[in-house]
C-alpha cells in the first residue's frame, strides 16, 4: 500500500490550516485581500487574491511563497518572490523536513521577505 495519499492529504490539511490562519476573518475585507494556495503534490504556492488596481473586476492571485517537496531527501524548500518576480530561495531557513517549521518560518516573516 502506498503511503503517497496519506502524506498528500497531510500536506492538504496543513496547508489549509496555513492559510486560513492568515485570511482576514472580515468577509468584506476578503473581497478586497485573501489569501489562497495551490498544491500539486510536489509544489505548494502560497498566494494573495485581490483586485487590479486599475480594474478591479479583474482578480489577481499574487504568488508570495512557493514550498518545493524533493521526494528523493524527503526535503521541503522554500522560496520567496522577490520584486523582480524571480523565486529566491529564503537564505534564514531554505530547506527543512518538516513543513510546520516552514510554515511558521513563513508567518513570523523576520526579514519582510512574504508579507512586506
Known amino acids: ?8 492529504s497531510m500536506i492538504e490539511v496543513q496547508l489549509r490550516s496555513f492559510v486560513e490562519s492568515l485570511r482576514p ?4 475585507i476578503r473581497k478586497q485581500l485573501d489569501v489562497g494556495y495551490s498544491w500539486d503534490r510536489q509544489t505548494a504556492l502560497l498566494f494573495e487574491i485581490r483586485p487590479q488596481w486599475n480594474d478591479p ?3 489577481l492571485e499574487v504568488p508570495f511563497a512557493k514550498l518545493r517537496f524533493v521526494k528523493s531527501s524527503k526535503l521541503w524548500k522554500l522560496y520567496w518572490m522577490r520584486g523582480s518576480g524571480k523565486w529566491e530561495s529564503y537564505e534564514p531557513l531554505p530547506d527543512s523536513t518538516n ?6 518560518e513563513i508567518q ?4 519582510s521577505c512574504f508579507f512586506g
Open 1 to 8: 500500500m502506498s503511503t503517497e495519499k496519506p502524506l498528500t
Open 25 to 28: 476573518s472580515d468577509e468584506e
Open 57 to 59: 473586476t479583474k482578480i
Open 99 to 104: 513543513l510546520r517549521e516552514l510554515l511558521t
Open 108 to 111: 513570523n516573516d523576520g526579514y
